[in-house]
């Protein structure tokens, strides 16, 4: 019997604002933690990442409305969805992840976006290797 697929309000969540697994895992972590704030270095030491990369992360998260930041010596972020309809499509993600998390991580990486930066950063990848090759003038 085939499983039912993922609730519309969950295939619009990720696919209008959550390209990659990464956001995906720190969302459901920082939607855990709620109301708490989480410090950069609570989060990269969860996600076994970078705080760099990281803070870009979250930093999507919140121009999405997923996320808030607090002011600090080191910055913290707290879930905070922007409606009572995203509360609920961020509860029934955390369901089908925990249920189903192949499905929502295939569905991440069936974005078209996604497949046009993989195809666009093989394009960037090469004109950087040729730009270190040496010319012979």
């Not at 010596?73 to 189903?100: C, H, I, K, M, T």
Request: no cysteine.
């Amino acid at each position: 019997m085939a499983q039912d697929p993922l609730p519309d309000s969950v295939r619009n969540l990720i696919l209008t604002k959550i390209p990659s697994v990464l956001q995906l895992e720190v969302l459901l972590q920082l939607y855990a933690a709620r109301p708490r704030y989480l410090t950069i270095r609570e989060i990269a030491q969860t996600q076994r990442v970078d705080r760099g990369p990281l803070l870009d992360q979250l930093r999507v998260l919140a121009s999405h409305g997923l996320a808030a930041d607090e002011a600090g010596s080191e910055p913290a972020f707290s879930y905070a969805g922007a409606s009572p309809e995203q509360d609920q499509a961020v509860a029934d993600l955390a369901v089908a992840y925990a249920a189903r998390p192949v499905t929502v991580i295939s569905l991440i990486y069936s974005r078209p976006e996604e497949q046009m930066r993989t195809f666009a950063d093989s394009f960037r990848l090469r004109q950087e290797r040729q730009d270190k090759e040496p010319r012979n003038e």
